[in-house]
Structure formats: structure tokens, C-alpha cells
């Protein structure tokens, strides 16, 4: 028998009482897994988003067009390093239902400012040197089982081919991945000049515009040189950081950050309410007990140590068991959720947070009944036993 | 019995504060016991016994005196070394046994050793020994629940002699038994200072339970106000 046998054989005593504290600790942790979750894959953009990128959109909105003689412009400001442009395709592979999100670029100075990308170099001249030629994103590649060479119609449901359809047909050119794991590989770039020949919607337009500044410093000066620059033109436009940007998408849905925090707020408010009474009224039930292994010869803080270990053994047991479900959870949806949240997962830093959170249960559910104890004085739990 | 003076209050006094005012329980108390006495204690109720208990185990401390046990002062010991003092040299017996109810027999008598460094079988051999002693060697696994009062009260023995403490004490021992089983536990308690040579202190109601003793001390009003040889 060891101090850890008395604990386990305290915390079962009552498995209704113990089975009830962990279902609330779990339903606590299975909140916190799933929404925390849920907040990551909402902000992974804003995360993964690049400091010193800017984006810069037509001023009447992001779906209105840009003349692409602003890109020379653009890579004139001070302070620019690099500018690339993008155009929205609006792909589907074979059903409207499965889309793709797919942009046509200009190759060579999209990989300038996106780099994070990840492609092996011949893979990448194959791209450059091929008009119909498609980069498509490592998961993207895995859901269709496409390859490099084979031949994909891709078709858009904003644009018509010249021919009269809706489809394109592009040639794999290379695979790419992203620099870190979170980097949303589920994408498709094509050919700007390829689009633009074969479209029917006139030509010389861009939907936005992506640069790289020398110093994230200066992001500010440079966003509001372009602005300046454009100002009182036909396309105005709006210049703000990439991060700036993602975030004011997102929050389009609601203040995800304040959703989130009063929930698990609320629920861990409740719960730690709910275990410190349970962990309180457990400990007065046993003063008698206290008192008699103080009597025979316990030490007050051995005591207070092993009330302690009680209460975070249990809050580890129900808030393990809780994030696991959570992690469960997770997995299962992702694949449904994948279209619109791609970066689903429940990572380390959240288990971590986890795991920090049930530390702090157990420490503020079991001090006080801990403190009880250790203060706890023999004979007058005796005489309050009598 | 020997002539070893094991406990020794000198002046002895204890007070409780009640509001504005104070009690006095004790004033200036002596008391010996030797080395393999059976005391019995007596009085009416509110006279001191227990108190008088609670500080020869060492879980009350006096208001003023003097505490000596085995030529060491324990009324100045700080809490955690009093605490190791009572780990090492007493055995508590308590009116209602005391016992872990999620322990069985075995794991209750136990528990003083997890307070001393012996190796796990040295512990599962004093644990035997000392059931065997109290006649409960067949009762190891059993819950305390799944035991008569009795039953309880020798594994409450058991736990109180299993690690060799040089006094027991004992409060109201067979208070809660019918007069066989009290006979029964009493006779061990005899036993275990007559053939083992425990000291023993008893605090009792029972005159019919006093007489198991070799002397009793009768407490009233917080001075001994008579003492008797029985044995």
C-alpha cells in the first residue's frame, strides 16, 4: 500500500459522486477541444498570413475588379519588394459540389509572394514553362488522386470559355506543399494569361493584388501610398494588411473570439463551482478520517498533499477523457468540414492549454479542501464527530 | 511491572478560551506511569479524561507544566515533530474503531507502517502478525462493513500494536460493545500488557471494564481524586 492507493481508494469511494465530477470536468474539456479547435482553424489564415504581406482590393469591394496596369504601378511605390495578382476562378471538379479553390496567377511572381510555397524546382519550371499548366496543392492532389502530367478539365461556375463551355482543361504540372503543417494546400493556380485568353469576360482586369513590403514597419506608409495613389481614379482601392484583411473576413461570421470565450468562460465557471463544492463536501465528510490518520502520525502536509493529488487526479482523469473526445470529434467532422475549414485540427498548443487549464482546476477545486485539512485540528474533529 | 517511569506530568494545567471567558480543565496535575502499567482512568463526564488522553498522545498540548515521556519534554515538541513522536511511540484504540472504510483489514492495520521505512513484506508480516495476535487471520480482506463491532475493535487493536509502539492508549474502548464482546476485547488489552508488555492507558465509564487495569485513577473536576490499586 503506498499514499497513492489511499488516494485512488478515497477518489472511488463513491463512484456515482466520482463518475458525476468527471462527467462535468469532461463536458468542460470536450467544449474546450472542440471550440478551441474550431477558433484555431477560424484564425489560421490570420496566423499563417505573412507580416509584411499586403492585399490590396478595389475600394467599392473585394469582388470588383482592378485594371492590371496597376501592378506596375504598385512595384513602383517605395518600399515594395514584390507584387503579384490574382483572379478568382471559382472552380468545380466534374459537380458543382466539388469545388476547388482555384485562382489564376502570374506564376513567377505569385512564388515571390507567397514563400511558403513549397515546390521542387523542376516541378516549378514545368509551370512556368507551360501556359496550361496547373500547380495544385499536396491535399488538394490526394482528394482527386491527381498526378503530375495527368490532364484535369477544371470547370468554373463565375466564368464561359471562348469555347462556349464552362471548362478548362489544365495539365498537373507540380505538387506543392506548404512551409509549416498548417499551410491550406487544398488549392489550385493557374495560368493568369491562359485564363485571360480563353475567358469571355474582356481583358487587362485583375481581382486583387498581393505585394510584399521591404519592413513590416512601413505597411502602413506603403498601404497609404498606394491608396493616395489611386485616389479619385475609376478603381480606387483599398490597401490593407493580409492579416487585417483575413480578420475582417472572419469576423463577418461573428466575434468568434468573444463566442468562444464566453462559453468555455461559462462552462468552466460552473463546473469549477460545481467540483470545489463536490471536493469541499468530500473533504468535511472525511474530517473524522483526517483527524485519525493525523492522529496516527500523518503528517499535516502529507495530508495536504494527497487531498491535493485527489482533486487533480480528477481533474486530469475527466479532462483528459474530455479533450480526447474532443480530438475524436475533431477527426471525425474534419473531413466534412474540410471545404470550409481546412486547418481543423486539434494541435499540440491546444492539448497543451488543455492540459494547463485542468492543472489550474485541480489546484483551485482542491487547496481550499486541502488547506482545510492541513489545518485541521484533532480534537476538534473528534469532539465535532461525537 | 517495571519500575521505569514511562510518562511523567508535572503541574500539569489546561485551559479553554470560550468567548470572554475561561475554562479551566486541569490545575496543576502530576501523574506517573511506568513501564508496563495498565491504567485505568475514570470520572464523570466532563472531568478531563479525554483531554487528559488527548495530551499523553501528544494531539493536545497543555496550557502549563510539564509533558515527559521516556526522559524526553513533549509539551515543547513543534506540531510535526509531535506528530513523528506519536508515529513512532503510541497506539491509538478509539470507542468507535476508526477504521478506513474503503480498507479492508489487512490495508487498515497497515497504515502506521507507510510511517516507518520498512520494506513492503516486512510490512505484510507485521500486518499478519499482528491479525494473528487479535485473532483475526482469516478476516484480512474483509471490509471493515462486513465485520461486527467486535471484529472491528480487534482490527483497531491490530493497527494500534503493529508497528511496536511503547504505549496504548485507548478511549472508551468497549463503549460501543455489549458485555461479552467488551470482555472479550478487554482480555486482550490484558493480554497485550501482561504477555507483550505494552503499557497501557485506558479512559473508561465502566467500572466493570476498569477492573482489567492494575490500577485506576479516578479524575473529577480536573485533579485525581482518589487512587485505587485493583490488580
Known amino acids: 500500500m503506498s499514499d497513492f492507493y489511499l488516494i485512488y481508494k478515497n477518489m472511488t469511494r463513491k463512484p456515482l459522486r466520482l463518475f458525476l465530477t468527471c462527467f462535468a470536468i469532461f463536458i ?15 484564425n489560421s489564415s490570420v496566423e499563417l498570413s505573412a507580416d509584411n504581406r499586403l492585399v490590396v482590393f478595389n475600394r467599392i469591394n473585394f469582388t470588383q475588379t482592378l ?14 519588394k514584390n507584387v503579384t495578382h490574382l483572379n478568382w476562378f471559382g472552380g468545380y471538379y466534374q459537380e458543382p459540389s466539388r469545388q476547388v479553390v482555384s485562382m489564376a496567377v502570374d506564376p513567377e511572381s505569385y512564388l515571390k509572394v507567397y514563400e511558403e510555397i513549397v515546390v521542387p524546382e523542376d516541378q516549378k519550371q514545368a509551370w512556368f514553362n507551360n501556359r496550361q499548366g496547373a500547380l495544385v496543392g499536396e491535399k488538394l492532389a490526394e482528394i482527386y488522386a491527381w498526378k503530375i502530367g495527368d490532364r484535369i478539365p477544371l470547370s468554373s461556375n463565375i466564368f464561359t470559355h471562348n469555347d462556349g463551355g464552362y471548362t478548362w482543361e489544365l495539365v498537373v504540372s507540380g505538387i506543392f506543399k506548404g512551409d509549416t503543417e498548417q499551410y491550406d494546400t487544398r488549392q489550385l493556380l493557374l495560368h493568369y494569361k491562359y485564363f485571360m485568353e480563353t475567358q469571355t469576360f474582356g481583358n487587362d482586369w ?23 495613389n489611386f485616389a479619385n481614379s475609376q478603381s480606387e482601392t483599398d490597401t490593407s494588411t493580409e492579416k487585417a484583411f483575413n480578420k475582417a473576413f472572419i469576423e463577418q461570421i461573428g466575434n468568434i473570439g468573444l463566442i468562444i470565450f464566453s462559453v468555455v468562460f461559462t462552462a468552466f465557471f460552473t463546473i469549477l463551482v460545481v467540483v470545489g463544492n463536490t471536493m469541499a463536501l468530500t473533504i468535511r465528510e472525511r474530517t473524522g478520517e483526517i483527524a485519525v490518520l493525523k492522529t496516527l502520525g500523518f503528517s499535516s502536509t502529507r495530508i495536504f498533499r494527497m487531498v491535493l493529488s485527489e482533486s487533480l487526479l480528477i481533474a486530469f482523469v475527466g479532462g483528459l477523457s474530455g479533450l480526447a473526445a474532443a480530438w475524436l470529434l475533431v477527426e471525425g467532422v474534419k473531413t466534412f468540414l474540410a471545404r470550409f475549414l481546412p486547418n481543423l485540427i486539434l494541435g499540440g498548443d491546444i492539448a497543451l492549454q488543455a492540459i494547463l487549464f485542468m492543472l489550474l482546476l485541480g489546484l483551485i477545486t482542491g487547496l481550499m479542501p486541502a488547506f482545510q485539512a492541513l489545518r485541521l485540528n484533532i480534537v476538534t474533529a473528534f469532539n465535532r464527530q461525537q | ?54 495530551m499523553l498522545g501528544g494531539v493536545d498540548q497543555p496550557s502549563g507544566g ?24 503510541i497506539g491509538f484504540i478509539f470507542q468507535f ?30 500486518v499478519e502478525t499482528a491479525l494473528a495476535l487479535v485473532g483475526l487471520s482469516d478476516r484480512a480482506k474483509h471490509m471493515p462493513s462486513e465485520m461486527s463491532g467486535g471484529q472491528q475493535q480487534r482490527v483497531a487493536i491490530a493497527r494500534a500494536i503493529v508497528s511496536d509502539p511503547k504505549l496504548i492508549l485507548c478511549d472508551e474502548p468497549t463503549g460501543d460493545l455489549d458485555r461479552a464482546t467488551a470482555d472479550e476485547i478487554l482480555e486482550m488489552l490484558q493480554l497485550l500488557n501482561r504477555d507483550h508488555g505494552k503499557t497501557i492507558v485506558m ?29
Open chain 1, 28 to 42: 468542460a474539456f470536450l467544449i474546450f477541444g472542440a471550440v478551441t479547435s474550431l477558433k484555431s482553424a477560424l
Open chain 1, 67 to 80: 485594371p492590371i496596369a496597376y501592378v506596375q504601378k504598385v512595384a513602383a511605390v517605395d518600399g515594395v
Open chain 1, 206 to 228: 485583375i481581382g486583387w493584388m498581393a505585394l510584399t513590403t521591404d519592413d513590416p514597419a512601413i505597411n502602413e506608409t506603403v498601404a497609404k501610398t498606394i491608396d493616395d
Open chain 2, 1 to 54: 511491572m517495571s519500575e521505569e517511569v514511562l510518562f511523567q506530568l508535572k503541574g500539569v494545567s489546561k485551559n479553554f478560551v470560550k468567548g470572554k471567558e475561561t475554562i479551566s480543565i486541569f490545575e496543576s496535575l502530576n501523574m506517573e506511569i511506568d513501564c508496563g502499567d495498565f491504567v485505568a482512568i475514570m470520572g464523570p463526564s466532563g472531568s478531563g479524561k479525554t483531554t487528559l488522553l488527548n
Open chain 2, 66 to 89: 510539564e509533558v515527559w515521556f521516556d526522559s524526553e519534554r513533549i509539551d515543547s515538541l513543534s506540531e510535526g515533530a509531535l506528530t513523528q513522536w506519536r508515529a513512532r511511540n
Open chain 2, 97 to 126: 474503531y476508526n477504521l478506513m472504510p474503503m480498507l479492508n483489514a489487512q490495508r487498515n492495520v497497515e497504515l502506521p507502517l507507510l510511517l516507518t521505512n520498512l520494506s513492503k513484506s516486512q510490512r505484510r508480516h507485521n
Open chain 2, 203 to 231: 479512559v473508561t465509564h465502566d467500572p466493570a471494564a476498569a477492573k482489567y487495569a492494575n490500577r485506576t485513577l479516578h479524575l473529577d473536576k480536573g485533579q485525581f481524586v482518589q487512587r485505587e490499586i485493583v490488580a
